[in-house]
């Protein structure tokens, strides 16, 4: 039986919280939030309040780094909490043709490997998926936002 990852979410904030006009103002853009799930082989792995744009940072800057020949690794980290010792809030880690989706939070029991194309695909889904539900639920264009959206990534 092969692995199974599913990523969902859901915007906790109204759709009138942010607009193209808040494209530059950091303390709304980090104050919009989404319940994410990560659901492997049926099991939850991680369910978790964060800050969506922030997220959807992650994920773009990442899916912007993968090539046909390079994978990189894709870290989640939030402005909000100190993560020189814990970690990534969400990472996946890849290996040679294999990857893993980990987390601080997460349910340490699963150690769950997937063939890192199964990874690449879910990953570059979501940020598609992704920018597509902010665009439409907030309307808004991210492109005015994405500058703006605070990064943070590992200092190690």
Same mark, same amino acid.
């Given at each position: 039986?092969? %692995? =199974?990852?599913?990523?969902?979410? +859901? ?12 494209? #530059? ?20 792995? &991680? ?10 940072? %992650? ?8 090539? %046909? ?12 909490? +100190? ?12 290996? !040679?043709? @294999?990857? #893993?989706? @980990?987390?601080?939070?997460? +349910?340490?029991? /699963? ?6 194309? !199964?990874?690449? /695909?879910? &990953?570059?889904?979501?940020?598609? @998926?992704? #920018? ?8 808004? =264009? ?11 990534? %590992?200092?190690?």
């Amino acid at each position: 039986m092969s %692995s =199974q990852i599913i990523c969902t979410y +859901d915007f906790l904030n109204s759709p009138n919280a942010i607009s193209n006009a808040s494209a #530059r103002d950091i303390p709304t853009i980090l104050s919009i939030e989404a319940n994410v799930k990560i659901i492997i082989d049926h099991a939850l792995y &991680l369910e978790t309040s964060l800050s969506i744009f922030e997220f959807y940072k %992650s994920l773009y800057r990442w899916k912007r780094q993968v090539t %046909s020949t390079f994978i990189p690794a894709f870290s989640y980290y939030s402005v909000e909490f +100190d993560h020189d010792e814990e970690g990534a809030i969400v990472s996946m880690v890849p290996s !040679t043709d @294999q990857g #893993r989706i @980990q987390s601080i939070w997460g +349910d340490e029991r /699963m150690n769950t490997v997937f063939p890192l194309d !199964t990874l690449v /695909m879910c &990953l570059s889904d979501l940020e598609r @998926q992704l #920018r597509f539900d902010l665009e439409a639920y907030f309307d808004i =264009q991210l492109d005015a936002f994405i500058r703006h959206i605070p990064y943070s990534s %590992s200092k190690l």
